[in-house]
């Protein structure tokens, strides 16, 4: 059957329907041949990479932290292996599912699990997430054992921080965890990545980027499931290069004797001993303390809940931040300023009948029947209240505050440690600007010339006035750095200069150290129980009260109410080498504290003089006195 011919608009609409189709022909194969070469020219090395990746994995090593030492070189803070469990989410095929049988496999919470997974959730997809710190023997195998049920799973050894006892200085030392996200966003913080474990309180956060190191890796062959086959790849392991060693001034020594007195005393409270003519700490502690070592395994969030809600707050680094009232303590301070302002000479006189009249107000000597006619020296002796309320009335408020400044109460000290809290010294110009009432009133000085009223200090800045009575009114900066590894060897730090030099005369100074003398040398000094023969001790005590005693009697809480003591000392008294200040929460007498500085005292002595350590005290060595008049039912506290 003869074809139909076609017509000429059918011929053209054909003919631009071919020609359409080749240009869209042609435009695919430019399109594949333009692709093809992006693909494997112009980014070779990203799909390269990617494809590598398949089957590479590239594992972090952890850098240990620096070594923490003794003044003698001796191991205070160590790194031991730990075993870590991580997620990398690119090579988990089902998160969901993986987390289950993880979970099941570890007896471990899944919810938490996910939770760490979750504010993680922005690292890259690549970088392992710790999910399990410090885990068991028995989930560390039970992970490697279900290894093909756990794609993206890794178990691996990791350092570890490892401190000494469970609280032994952990205020000085402080504790390492995980860097936080708001930590990340500082530039001090540039170049440490998520997950990294630095250092969170303490030494180990002020000293932060020295102590870290450097994190190394291992690039490994694995198989579709992520389990390492195949030899070592030239050059794939980076080692992991370790922080730096640093050398404390902290005596080993000295700091365990510091801490067996608290522990036999049974009060919690702080200590700084430091070397008077350099400010070198010697030993710090705050009690109660808490265990870094539970920092360093990855606490877990109900021992971190029971450290935040706890009454007696020991994550409070009660050196640095415990604000109270200095007591008697601060008498040194008001005496100084009467003789450099010319109000008082040493042998200046004042009557003690039990207590004095100022302003229309009786206010007591703690001395019931008082103490006669007394001079400054004896003053401090006896601690006799009237001679300083005396005193501290002809002096007003202002000369008070700038000598006790000027020896370093009411300011901070400069530690090289974070979060140190200022005290307060009032004065006249303060009570204008922070508070409402605005006036001084004279007879507010009376109570600020013996420690109380609004005089609040910590001890890290009593330590420092000590010190400054000690060396002759160098106001040292207290420093806990004594030497840093450079790479090769430990390399003296220089210390930081004083902080100021007071112009004070040494004939009215000496006054002030006779006084100090006598009271742990003298008849009736109040602090004789810390007496060590031959070694000129000098201190002071001094017993700050928490509530009035009237309060007291009349309180319904059953919150501890009872006194806080006091005791700061130097030795020896011509050319001191050790001051420091021990103070006692709730310590019920001042002379308690002088038990704990004695222990201390003794253990430096003895080390210096090539004697045998003593051992720890007993609670029955100590002598403590526990009668509390104001305490209810038999007037005795009990042990505690």
């Not at 601690?383 to 020896?407: E, P, Q």
């Not at 000085?445 to 010190?467: D, N, R």
């Not at 011509?574 to 019920?588: M, R, T, Y």
Request: glycine share 10%; aromatic share 8%; net charge neutral.
């Amino acid at each position: 059957m003869p074809s139909t011919p076609l017509m000429p608009d059918d011929r053209r609409s054909l003919t631009q329907r071919l020609t359409a189709l080749q240009y869209l022909v042609a435009v695919a194969f430019a399109a594949l041949a333009i692709g093809f070469w992006i693909f494997q020219v112009a980014q070779h090395e990203k799909f390269r990479e990617m494809a590598e990746e398949n089957h590479l994995r590239k594992l972090p090593l952890p850098a240990p932290r620096g070594v923490l030492l003794d003044r003698e070189g001796r191991v205070l803070v160590d790194n031991q292996n730990s075993r870590n469990i991580a997620l990398v989410r690119e090579q988990a095929r089902n998160l969901d599912q993986t987390l289950h049988i993880l979970a099941q496999a570890t007896n471990t919470d899944e919810a938490q699990l996910r939770e760490t997974v979750e504010r993680r959730r922005r690292d890259p997809p690549y970088r392992p997430i710790v999910l399990i710190e410090n885990a068991t023997e028995a989930q560390y195998i039970a992970t490697m054992a279900r290894q093909l049920e756990l794609p993206g799973i890794l178990a691996q050894e990791v350092p570890s921080r490892k401190y000494p006892g469970s609280e032994l200085a952990a205020h000085l030392f402080g504790y390492v965890g995980e860097v936080r996200e708001d930590q990340l966003a500082r530039a001090d913080y540039e170049g440490v990545e998520p997950g990294a474990i630095i250092g969170q309180a303490g030494i180990e956060f002020a000293y932060n980027k020295f102590l870290m190191g450097t994190d190394g890796s291992n690039t490994v062959v694995v198989n579709s499931v992520g389990r390492e086959i195949g030899k070592p790849l030239p050059g794939a392991l980076v080692p992991a290069r370790e922080g730096r060693r640093i050398q404390l001034t902290i005596d080993a020594d000295v700091q365990k004797a510091t801490e067996d007195g608290f522990e036999a005393s049974g009060f919690n409270g702080a200590a700084v001993v430091l070397d008077p003519r350099n400010g070198e700490v010697l030993s710090f502690t705050s009690r109660p303390a808490y265990d870094p070592n539970a920092f360093a395994a990855g606490i877990d969030r109900a021992t971190w809940a029971e450290l935040n809600t706890d009454d007696l707050r020991p994550l409070q680094n009660r050196a640095l931040q415990g604000r109270y009232s200095p007591g008697s303590t601060f008498k040194m301070a008001v005496g100084l300023a009467g003789l450099e302002e010319g109000v008082i000479t040493p042998d200046f006189h004042v009557f003690c009948g039990g207590g004095q009249t100022f302003y229309g107000r009786f206010f007591k000597c703690w001395q019931k029947g008082g103490h006669g006619s007394i001079d400054l020296r004896h003053a401090i002796e006896q601690s006799c209240d009237v001679f300083f309320y005396t005193v501290g009335n002809m002096l007003g408020v202002d000369r008070i505050n700038k000598w006790a400044t000027l020896f370093g109460l009411g300011v901070k000290s400069g530690i090289d440690l974070p979060n140190e809290l200022q005290g307060l010294v009032p004065s006249t110009a303060w009570k204008a600007q922070f508070t409402k009432e605005k006036k001084w009133y004279a007879g507010e000085t009376i109570s600020v010339a013996i420690g109380q009223g609004q005089v609040s200090v910590t001890p890290i800045s009593l330590a420092v006035y000590t010190a400054t009575l000690a060396n002759g009114g160098t106001r040292i900066t207290p420093h806990l750095v004594k030497a840093m590894d450079d790479g090769a060897e430990l390399k003296p730090v220089p210390p930081p200069p004083p902080q100021s030099k007071v112009d004070v005369s040494r004939e009215k100074l000496q006054a002030i150290r006779d006084g100090m003398w006598l009271v742990v040398n003298g008849d009736r000094g109040t602090a004789r129980r810390a007496r060590i023969e031959g070694k000129d001790v000098c201190g002071k005590t001094g017993t700050a009260q928490v509530i009035s005693n009237q309060g007291r009697t009349a309180a319904r809480t059953t919150k501890n109410l009872r006194d806080h003591g006091w005791f700061t000392f130097f030795a020896p008294r011509d050319n001191p080498e050790i001051a420091g200040v021990v103070f006692l929460e709730h310590g019920i007498h001042s002379a308690n504290a002088a038990s704990v500085a004695k222990h201390i005292l003794e253990t430096y002595f003895a080390k210096k003089d090539g004697k045998p350590l003593p051992p720890a005290p007993t609670r029955d060595d100590m002598h403590l006195d526990l009668r509390d008049p104001f305490a209810r039912g038999s007037g005795v506290v009990g042990d505690q």
